[in-house]
């Protein structure tokens, strides 16, 4: 699986872009703020429907423009593929799949594998609980069309029953409607938490190899599932909350309240790790989910670093390289000392200046 090459219209501060890249290792280097992470995104967004920033569709349309098109030639299986995508500030965006519309955003499911690691990702492990959801999110939904069915469910559910409560306060008869928004937030929310766990499972037997040779053997690692309510007792708790939600207006049980815990050695380094731990542990995560992907849909993912190694010390600078292999990777940074200092075999460049891109 690789991206061929991949075309903007109007996207972030690119009037008109058009770049082929090289099956192996693509490096974007330039100054801060040229554009380098927009070509990252816009290959993520073509892969997933969203942006890795969280960005909405009216923030990523260049200053003055009302839309945008992202156009992506991927190769999977030894088979070409067109994906569009076509942003529009006050209407849904549309996507296409080699050239025929589709109606839903799960129908790129399958058909590009993404990694995206970035500095933000190195505090995963200190940040909130938020943020760990997204990354189980992330990951179970480009390897899994039914969790990101249910996960896409589910948060609909949640949305409307918040709405809904907050609703009652003006007319208390609503109130005999909650239960069918409850049958199904169980319903989907039960799938979630099982999935979550199956996830959590498979990680470590992956993660535990990684951090090991990372940190020379001397620590152990291990994530905790820590599910806000357990499946079999999912109804019960939110029929229990119920009027506590009603007073909050609010959903306060389910698996949007959900995190995982990293331990070393025993230890919960969220509270009690070092920095150096936590940076440790969470490129083991990255890394570990190249190794899921695999495993999984049988196919090397796509790898995005964005401006990561500036972040990381040489020694975990060169297992992070080493470990890229035949994957097709994207680099973005400000220069390009790294790779001529470690050796390391670099297929494509391309300089990043202010919108424009000129292959080195």
Not at 102 to 113: H, Q, W
Not at 287 to 310: A, F, N, Q, R, W
Request: charged letters at 30%; glycine letters at 6%.
């Amino acid at each position: 699986m690789y991206v061929k090459s991949l075309e903007l219209a109007n996207f972030r501060n690119y009037d008109t872009l058009s770049i082929a890249f090289d099956q192996g290792t693509n490096i974007l280097y330039g100054d801060n703020a040229q554009g380098k992470t927009n070509i990252l995104e816009a290959i993520y967004l073509c892969g997933t429907s969203k942006s890795h920033k969280g960005s909405k569709d009216r923030e990523v349309i260049h200053f003055n423009q009302d839309e945008s098109h992202i156009r992506m030639y991927v190769c999977k299986d030894e088979v070409s593929h067109k994906i569009d995508i076509h942003l529009r500030k006050n209407k849904p965006k549309g996507i296409a799949i080699d050239g025929i519309p589709i109606r839903k955003a799960s129908e790129l499911f399958g058909i590009v594998n993404l990694v995206f690691f970035s500095p933000e990702d190195l505090n995963i492990i200190k940040n909130g609980p938020s943020e760990r959801r997204r990354f189980m999110d992330s990951e179970l939904c480009q390897i899994s069309k039914f969790y990101l069915i249910q996960l896409a469910n589910y948060n609909k559910i949640v949305i409307q029953r918040n709405k809904l409560l907050k609703d009652i306060r003006n007319s208390s008869s609503l109130g005999e409607t909650l239960d069918i928004w409850d049958e199904q937030m169980v319903m989907y929310g039960k799938n979630l938490i099982s999935e979550r766990k199956k996830f959590i499972d498979r990680l470590n037997k992956i993660l535990k190899d990684i951090h090991l040779n990372l940190t020379g053997e001397k620590e152990h690692i291990e994530l905790i599932y820590e599910a806000n309510v357990e499946e079999e007792s999912f109804e019960k708790q939110l029929f229990r909350n119920r009027e506590r939600d009603l007073h909050f207006r609010a959903s306060s049980v389910g698996p949007h309240r959900d995190d995982f815990c990293v331990k070393i050695n025993g230890v919960d380094i969220r509270r009690f790790g070092s920095q150096g731990q936590q940076r440790t542990a969470a490129l083991s995560l990255k890394l570990s989910e190249i190794y899921l992907v695999k495993e999984i849909v049988k196919d090397t993912p796509i790898l995005l670093l964005d401006d990561v190694l500036s972040e990381l010390d040489s020694s975990r600078q060169n297992y992070l390289l080493k470990s890229i292999g035949n994957i097709q990777t994207f680099i973005t940074c400000t220069g390009l000392d790294e790779f001529v200092q470690n050796q390391f075999e670099v297929n494509k460049v391309f300089q990043v200046i202010e919108g424009t891109v000129v292959q080195g």
